[in-house]
Each structure stands twice: as C-alpha cells, then as structure tokens.
C-alpha cells in the first residue's frame, strides 16, 4: 500500500454533504487533496529557519535574566564577564538607548525590556552577553553578577481581582461585560439548575522551534531574519521603538517551525537584538533556548471559570452566567475571553458575562491555540453536560434544543452554519445512538467505558490583506506574498486558489512567502490567513486574468498567454489584488461591521476508558464534524484539526506549567518536566470530517478558519466521556489519575 493511497483512504468522506454523504473530491484547484508544497524541502532538511543562518561576523547574544520575581538592579557586574574569552560586549540597562513608545500589540507588552532597573517578573531581561561564539555567550553570562534589592514582597496567588481597564488596552476584543434580559427571574423561575467552577492550567506553547531572531544594520535600514508568526507586526512595532520609517525595516522569516501565538507578538530577544546590533555594529542572533521560551515569549494564562446555567424543564436554557478570571502581568492586562465562545453559542434569553483579571509579578500571558474560547468552551461544555445529567436529558438533545440561528449577543444573522449537521454526522460516526447515558454503565474487564460529547465554537477574525500575481512566457505563474508559513499548508493553498480561478494545475504556481518586501498580509494568527489572503491571492488573480485581456483585446484563456506574452515581448504580466474590510479596518472579528455574526462551529465525540483500579484513563477513539466554511484542501485541514485534537488531549490530559508561588518561578522550565502528548497517548482513531458548505459572507472564495477551532470542545468532550465512564466530573484540569481512583 502507497502512502499516498493511505491518505486517500482517509479522506474518504472528510466533505460530507448536510445528509452525510460523502463527496467526492476534485482532482485539481480548490477541495483538491494536495499535499503541502513544502513537505519535500522540510523532510530533506533544505527549509531553513531564522536561527539558522549566520552571517560573516555575527556575535551571539545571551539574555542574563532575573532569578527573582520582584525587587529593584542595584548593581550589575560585568567586570569577569567581559574579560571571558570571545566576549565581546555586555550590556546592562545603562547601555539602553532612548526609544519611541510601542504599541501593544503588536508589541506583547508596553513596558520595553532593559528600560528601567525594577524587576517585575521571573525571566525578565536585565543584561546581554555578546560573544564570538555562543558558548562563550553563555560562558559570559554565567559570569555577570547581579545585586537586587528586594523590598516589597512579590504578589502571585494571592493577587486581588480587578476590572481590566478597556481603554487604551489594545487586548480588549469585544465588550467586558455585556449582558441582557432578566438573569434573575431567568434563574429564580427555572426548572433546573446547576452551578460550577472549572479551572484550566497555565501552560506553553511549547512550539518546536524556539523563538529565534537575527539583527542586522546596512545603511540604516534595519535587517531582521526572525522566527515570527506575524511579520507585519515585528515590523509595526519596532518603527515605533525606533521611530523609524516601517519600509526601512525588513523582516525575512524563510520558515516559522511552529508558534502556536508565542511568536504573534513581539517578545523582548526581538526588540533587544536590533539594539545589541546597532551598539556593536555587527549582526546579532539572539536564539531563545527552550527554557528562554518558558519566559520569553508568553504562554497562556490559567483561567477560573464561574457558571451558572438555569433551564425550564424541557431543557431550554432561561439563563446564562459565565464570570471569568485570568492572571496577567503587573505591566499590561492580557485578557482570557474565556467567555467569547459562550456569548455566542446557544439561543440564551438573558445573560451575564463578567470578565475579571488578578495582576501578579509573572511576565504578560498571550494567545495560545485557542485562545478564549479554548480554555472556555471547556467550562461551558462541562456544564452543559452536567445540565444534561440534572435534567436527565441526553447531553446532545440538549444542545440541538438550544441550537440558534443568530447571534445571541449581537442578534445578527450567522454568515453560514452548519452545527446541526455537523453534529448529527459527529453523532452518526461515532455510535452516539448506542450509548447508555447513565454512568458506570459499560465497560470491558477492568475498564470502565464512556461517551461524551462537547460543541465547539470559534471566532472568525479577519485581516485586510494583499497579495501579488504574476505570470512569466514558460508558462508558470507566481504568488507573491508578505506572509509567512507556518506548516499549516499556506503555500499549497494559495496555489490551489491560483490554479482553481484559472483552471490550471497548481504544480504552475510558485508561492513566495516571508519578506516584507512582498505585498502586506494577515498575520499567522486567529485562524485567519487562508481567509484573508487566500481572499487577496483569488483578487490578484482576477485582475492579472482581466490585464491579460486586456492586452490580447478579447477574453483569453491561460494556455493562449505565453503565446500572447511572447509576441509582445513582455517577460511577465502581473496584477495585485486586496482583500478589504467594510468600515476600511485593518482587522475584525465577528464579523465586525457586516450584517452577520461569523464563527466556526464544531461537534466533538470522544470515547475514553478508565482503569477502575489506576485511574488511568486513555482515549479509544475521537470523531468531529465542522462547520467552517468551505475547505481548500482535505489534506492540510484533516491534518490541522487532528492536530488541534490532539492539543486538546494535552490540555485536558497533561500539560500544565506550575508555578512555586514562593518564587513565582515555572517548576520546569523545559520538556523534562511538562508532558505533552506523545504517539503513545494517541489512538489512531481520530476521524475528522467536514460539512460541505461555502460562506457567502466571510470571503469571497467561502472560506471561514479551521486552525484553532480543532482544539475547541476537545477538553470538556474527553472529561464528560470520563463523567459517562465513572460518574466522577472533573472541573480542573489536567485530569489526574487521582481523581478517578475508585
Ligand atoms: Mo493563534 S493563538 O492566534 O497563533
């Protein structure tokens, strides 16, 4: 059996249409089950990543960070450290340069690093050591001796809870606390009740390749090769620190080896290697190591979750409360939406959202796939199943008897959903019909069997975006693009989208990803590239189509235009095209100002078995049907959402990044100590499929975002499968073999 056929044996029904039959899929251009352009240059080691390259002369930076987590420099040493062999240089605060002000974000955090001697975290950056190699940069760095006062105590747990100021917070992605109806008489004439707090952990993102930057100066420009998931943003962020023209400064970013968000923002080794590169007058690479990335570039905050859900008695929800609390920095107010999700997915006649922060010396959470509604979907769906078992109702009649058809908390129409069918085709794959909804009803020998299920709803966000489009005599075409890859399937995608509009084969088009030399683009981030650019690739192509017309003087057909070229003398035609929003905005979400409210949707199943006398539990199998738009390759999506399925396993099963609250300092600062899920944990039963379906108003080629809504719902239908197995819920995660201990 070829491998290509195995994948082709699995994407048999991946589009099915709103009955569940599977369609078949195109051979060529969009739907097509293309693998991804890049898979031969990875696998042969030929893709290159910022931390790679190493320009003729480059020093090697090493950050010196704070071992404490609040106090005041008093003194910093560098005397041993200077006289190592190879080093260079160190700088210390003192050395800083005066900087423009940032905006946040693009720049993760408002404070700049190195530009005032009080420490506000753990990790925070206070010296950097340049040396001719990099072990003799962190031979240095061993060396810098470092005297803090240390005056008020450091505040982590026991951090107050605030209101999060809105103004002037560039975090803020919708109202704080909107609500509606009567949540009182909603909850006061209900039927049932339930009440419950869930907590979800800190943890990283943990992306394979560590964040990684490369600085250099020619001519005044300002030369960045970086490991980034947003270059228009590095871009952005450092013209405002540099007060310079954003056209002078250059982001390469050939390859992004993963990020997850860790690297959507700009983090300090970003800001600091510039400066370093402009004091020496040398290039600069400052490679976060793996435990550099613990503090260096964010991770997601842990939430507390508080909910209330009341319904009549036939379980139609008469009121909702979610009340949600994330730690943040003492500097700025990242905030965890865990709500977002829950505002937007059952029919609610009144509601009460709340959304709080505690301000503690830790360094400035970020996004982390998915951020928001991830981490509270998971609360959100637990109690929907625990209102199931209140009820005595099964938890997905409950959930088609809330079902809405618009928005509850914006009231428009949704731009495209296909939840119902989703879930129906979910509940068909994996066998929901047969399952007995009373617990500790099934097992196999010692172990105890349980369905469960869970919706998933994610944010559509969209970026104005351009793109390029060119075409040579040979025959060949070109996608030129300020984007960046990730691994997500970018460039197939584009080339998909290319070839559909023309009825060409994609294997014509090149994609030339990772300058901001190339038009402008969305960033990595929210889902949201194949819906933005993808949107700017299909324009561009358009308009390249109508200039060759226009130069024939009648319509064509590509295989007329290198003839067409030729005779011209042209040596290649090109056309630019964008992607815009309405109210002219760089960025919405939700639709923004459109008539409709747009998201992705999902119906995630999962069977677990626990060990009665371990507690061990392990998924037996996962199935999920979407609703997200159209979906420009089987192949990359499928493997996006197993993907996503698969992080979700980590965040109800494993991952967590605990904090000694004596310290405020992560317990294990690499993957010795942070589980993560392996192969061994994973069945390789996990059947994804899609709903057929195109967007008329998200984009004009009918997609919506796949990447995070994978990791939606995953947590709660794995902890309500354990709920079915063993009648024991669990509300804080991960789970612990502990807690299911008979
Ligand atoms: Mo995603 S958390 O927007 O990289």
């Given amino acids: 059996m070829t491998d290509m056929h195995k994948i082709e044996t699995a994407l048999t029904g991946i589009i099915v249409a709103d009955d569940g039959a599977p369609l078949a899929l195109p051979e060529n251009g969009i739907g097509s089950p293309q693998r991804r352009m890049d898979g031969p240059d990875k696998v042969t080691g030929q893709a290159t990543y910022a931390g790679e390259d190493m320009p003729n002369g480059t020093l090697h930076a090493v950050l010196v960070t704070s071992p404490v987590a609040k106090g005041r420099i008093a003194a910093v040493d560098t005397g041993q450290a200077r006289a190592a062999p190879g080093v260079v240089r160190v700088l210390t605060p003192a050395d800083m340069p005066t900087l423009g002000s940032p905006s946040v974000p693009p720049t993760a955090q408002s404070k700049l690093p190195m530009s005032s001697l009080d420490i506000d975290y753990e990790g925070q950056p206070i010296a950097i050591v340049l040396a001719e190699t990099l072990e003799q940069a962190e031979a240095g760095a061993g060396l810098v001796r470092i005297g803090i006062e240390r005056a008020k105590p450091a505040v982590f747990d026991t951090a107050e809870v605030e209101v999060p100021p809105t103004e002037g917070n560039g975090y803020v992605l919708g109202e704080l606390d909107p609500a509606h109806g009567d949540v009182d008489a909603g909850f006061a004439n209900a039927a049932h009740r339930i009440e419950a707090t869930y907590t979800t952990p800190t943890r990283h993102h943990n992306m394979m390749e560590p964040s990684a930057t490369l600085a250099e100066w020619r001519g005044g420009d300002l030369h960045l090769n970086d490991a980034t998931q947003w270059s228009w943003g590095l871009q952005l962020s450092l013209a405002g620190i540099f007060d310079m023209e954003p056209s002078r400064i250059h982001i390469r970013c050939p390859y992004t080896g993963g990020g997850f968000g860790a690297k959507g923002y700009v983090w300090p080794h970003q800001i600091l290697a510039p400066i370093a590169a402009r004091i020496v007058g040398r290039p ?282 030729a005779r011209l003398g042209v040596d290649r035609v090109q056309a630019e095209g964008a992607f815009t929003l309405p109210g002219d905005v760089s960025f919405d979400a939700h639709g923004g100002q459109t008539d409709y409210s747009m998201h992705t949707w999902g119906a995630v199943f999962v069977e677990m078995e626990v060990d009665e006398i371990t507690g061990i539990a392990r998924m037996r199998r996962a199935v999920a049907a979407y609703s997200a738009g159209r979906i420009l390759n089987p192949v990359t999506a499928r493997s996006q959402m197993i993907g996503g399925i698969i992080f979700g396993y980590g965040r109800a099963m494993l991952e967590a990044s605990p904090m000694d609250p004596r310290y405020g300092r992560y317990l294990s600062k690499n993957l010795s100590g942070v589980q993560l899920p392996v192969n061994a944990d994973i069945p390789r039963n996990i059947d994804v499929c899609f709903i057929e379906e195109h967007d008329p108003h998200a984009s004009a080629i009918g997609v919506r975002g796949i990447g995070e809504l994978g990791e939606v719902g995953v947590a709660a239908a794995i902890t309500n499968a354990i709920y079915n197995a063993t009648g024991k819920r669990v509300r804080d995660l991960p789970v612990h073999f502990e807690h299911l201990i008979a």
């Fill in 284 to 565: 600069v690479k400052l490679n976060l190591t793996r435990t550099g990335c613990y503090t260096g570039c964010g991770y997601q905050s842990g939430t507390q979750s508080r909910l209330r859900l009341a319904s009549d008695a036939q379980g139609h929800l008469t009121a909702v409360e979610h009340h949600t609390e994330n730690v943040t920095s003492v500097s700025d107010d990242y905030i965890e939406f865990a709500n977002m999700g829950t505002r937007g997915m059952y029919a609610m006649p009144a509601y009460r959202m709340t959304t709080r922060v505690r301000r503690a010396n830790v360094g400035t959470p970020t996004a982390m796939r998915a951020p928001h509604e991830g981490p509270g979907m998971f609360a959100l769906e637990s109690a929907m199943d625990e209102l199931a078992y209140e009820i005595g109702m099964d938890p997905l009649e409950l959930r088609l008897a809330n079902y809405t058809d618009s928005d509850p908390h914006s009231g428009k129409p949704f731009s495209s959903n296909k939840l119902r069918e989703a879930y129906a085709e979910g509940a068909r794959r994996i066998g929901w019909s047969d399952r007995v909804h009373e617990p500790r009803s099934r097992r196999d020998g010692d172990k105890l069997l349980g369905l469960g299920m869970a919706g998933a709803i994610m944010t559509t966000f969209r970026n104005a975006s351009q793109a390029r489009v060119a075409m040579t005599p040979d025959g060949r075409f070109t996608v030129e693009v300020g984007s960046q890859e990730i691994g997500t399937g970018t460039r197939t995608i584009f080339a998909q989208v290319v070839a559909e509009r023309l009825g060409i084969p994609s294997e014509r088009v090149t994609v030339v990803l990772g300058s901001t030399d190339l038009p402008p683009a969305s960033a990595t981030l929210g889902s949201a590239s194949t819906i933005s650019i993808g949107s700017a690739v299909a324009t561009a192509t358009d308009n390249l189509k109508t200039r060759l017309d226009d130069m024939a003087g009648r319509e064509t057909r590509p295989d007329e235009w290198p003839d067409l070229l």
